[in-house]
């Protein structure tokens, strides 16, 4: 079939003029068409000299004199069932005869059809190309590697050294059998890497394959499910076919949750039949095939808690490796590992740059290097410099810089004094991260400024102190626009959402309110991952007047917090108009600016520690 997929768009012209130019040859010639009743009406005239009376068409030949009157060459009508016209012609002297259709022509009239069938579809296969033709739907999607041709190793691997460590006993196994098959121990049959978007799952499976030395087998989960029931589980098996031809190999399947969502999860008639019969097929064979001869399955998923749970019992997926984000050291690891082909200038310090970038997983930070060689490559640097990597670390936390973007005066200032609000509580509080930077150039969709902090270290847990200066800071900037301007702005907007999610987790999920204790009340389900998703649809399993009271809470909550904030800055307010009057004046401020222009007015500064988060304000 894939011989045919490839004829040209000449080829297919060439076959439709041929069918076209038998049928003229085979068939009746062509004459003047005229009814029938007219054809009898010339008979009756004298003005036909001989009837060719066939099965589908009378042709009718015409005198001499009336060719000479300007009659054409012949007539042609469609028969009727009239045996009065054969009576008309004995009668009028009109030599008559029958004529048979030939069998070649019958069969070209058949085929006709077919024909013009077959070269839509001959175009239709050329057009999804060979890999995608009728002959392979059944067929495995599956793109091996052969041994070594992965190109990645451990060492291109950086920033997950225990998901390595767990992965090193597959490499073993592939690598020396023996040595576990003597002790009876049996490798997992399937190893899933469970970890949130770009953490280097994919990498991880590659470089476990180019490790060991063997053939790898990758694909994604949505290349088993089509149009047609049966192929996806057609596709399973064919996988396994081919797997225990090559093996030792491994088998990676890339977003897991394509393909093996739980069964039920669309209601008693929201199923999916073909994505569940590719699913049991997919269980069917990892029960059925044997572990000894070295077919390892790996697959990734950043959605673990959607895994039908028959997939995820010992036998099957028996082990499961958490890919998380770096802490600080593996962000520096991972730095230096993408900054191999990147020319950096000598100031440039991968460990001031991982701390600098808290929350980034392996993609953002190769992303974070490009765009920082990018923005040297523009300016027409020989090198990538601290600030190329500063002005690209600005461009993916907050958005590309609008430069072209007309603010008035009076905008601007707002902006000013709400960026200047941020930047001084946190200064002022005790538990707040330092600032690093503070900006009024818009940036992104709709950020008008933002105020970036950065942590000190790595945090993985919050007290309630901690969260109540969080709050502080994200209230800072509509409180600095109420006391200069005695007017609030649309820009806290971002920053009130945020104020009302800490809150409500601080009283519904932390149990840090005293008046209703140490209590849950959030109806929320843990994942894997360690998120919660909430289920509005559940019933709530408290009364009218705890959500009451759970209202009031949080109300009197984010009011103290505003009141503390107000008394901050009323206090402070010297050191609220320096900062942003040089703010208007150069737009961007870094973190040693702003400790000098507060040194002259001497708040009390707190530690630095937590999360890092950049507060903005928007349009």
Not at 93 to 109: A, D, P, Q, T
Not at 235 to 259: G, H, N, S, T
């Amino acid at each position: 079939m894939g011989r045919y997929a490839r004829l040209s768009p000449l080829y297919i012209v060439v076959i439709v003029l041929g069918f076209l130019g038998l049928n003229y040859l085979l068939g009746d010639r062509a004459g003047e068409e005229i009814s029938y009743s007219a054809l009898k009406a010339k008979v009756e005239a004298g003005e036909v000299a001989k009837l060719t009376i066939g099965e589908s068409t009378i042709v009718a030949v015409p005198t001499d004199g009336a060719r000479a009157a300007g009659a054409p060459e012949r007539w042609t009508a469609v028969p009727v069932d009239d045996p009065g016209l054969i009576e008309l012609a004995e009668e009028k002297g009109v030599e008559y005869e029958g004529r048979v259709s030939s069998g070649l022509g019958w069969i070209l009239s058949m085929l006709r059809p077919l024909g013009l069938l077959l070269v839509v579809w001959i175009y239709l296969l050329r057009r999804m190309g060979p890999s995608q033709s009728v002959m392979t739907f059944g067929k495995s999607q599956a793109r091996l590697q052969a041994e070594g041709d992965t190109g990645v190793t451990f060492g291109d691997a950086a920033g997950v050294d225990e998901a390595e460590e767990e992965l090193q006993e597959v490499v073993e196994f592939l690598k020396r059998p023996d040595k576990f098959a003597r002790l009876g121990a049996k490798i997992p049959k399937g190893i899933l890497l469970v970890g949130p978007p770009g953490t280097g799952k994919t990498l991880l499976a590659r470089a476990v394959a180019g490790e060991a030395g063997v053939p790898f087998f990758s694909l994604s989960g949505s290349e088993f499910v089509e149009m047609f029931v049966g192929v996806g589980a057609a596709r399973v098996r064919d996988l396994f076919a081919q797997a225990m031809q090559k093996a030792p190999c491994i088998i990676f399947i890339d977003e897991l949750d394509a393909l093996a969502k739980a069964r039920g999860l669309g209601g008693p008639v929201g199923g999916h039949d073909e994505r569940e019969q590719t699913l049991n097929q997919l269980l069917v064979e990892m029960d059925g095939f044997d572990p000894r001869v070295g077919v390892i399955i790996m697959a990734a998923t950043n959605r673990p808690e959607l895994l039908d749970p028959a997939l995820l019992r010992a036998g099957r997926f028996d082990r499961h490796v958490l890919v998380d984000r770096p802490d600080m050291k593996g962000r520096q690891a991972i730095l230096a590992v993408h900054a191999r082909g990147i020319r950096l200038a000598p100031e440039v310090d991968l460990e001031v740059v991982a701390r600098r970038t808290p929350g980034f997983v392996g993609a953002d930070l190769a992303n974070l290097l490009n765009e920082a060689a990018l923005l040297a490559a523009r300016r027409g640097g020989h090198q990538v410099t601290m600030d190329d990597i500063d002005d690209a670390t600005d461009r993916i936390v907050a958005g590309l810089e609008k430069k072209n973007r007309l603010i008035n005066e009076d905008e601007k200032r707002i902006v000013a004094f709400h960026e200047a609000g941020h930047a001084l509580v946190a200064q002022c509080v005790e538990h707040a991260d330092p600032v690093h930077k503070i900006s009024i150039i818009p940036r992104g969709i709709g950020a008008l400024g933002y105020t970036q902090q950065l942590p000190t270290e790595d945090r993985y847990l919050l007290t309630r102190a901690e969260l109540l200066d969080r709050i502080a800071v994200l209230l800072g900037g509509r409180v600095a626009e109420e006391i200069v301007f005695n007017e609030i702005s649309t820009g806290a907007q971002n920053d009130l959402s945020r104020v009302s999610d800490i809150t409500r987790s601080m009283v519904m999920e932390y149990g840090m309110s005293e008046s209703l204790g140490p209590i849950a009340y959030e109806n929320r389900t843990p994942n894997m991952l360690g998120s919660r998703q909430r289920f509005d649809m559940e019933r709530p399993e408290h009364s009218e007047e705890t959500r009451q009271e759970i209202d009031r809470e949080v109300r009197r909550i984010v009011d103290e917090s505003q009141e503390r904030v107000r008394e901050l800055l009323t206090k402070e307010r010297d050191a609220l108009d320096a900062i942003a009057a040089r703010l208007l004046e150069k737009e961007v401020i870094e973190g040693d600016e702003l400790i000098e222009i507060l040194q002259k007015h001497a708040p009390k500064k707190g530690r630095g520690r937590g999360r890092a988060r950049t507060v903005s304000s928007r349009s």
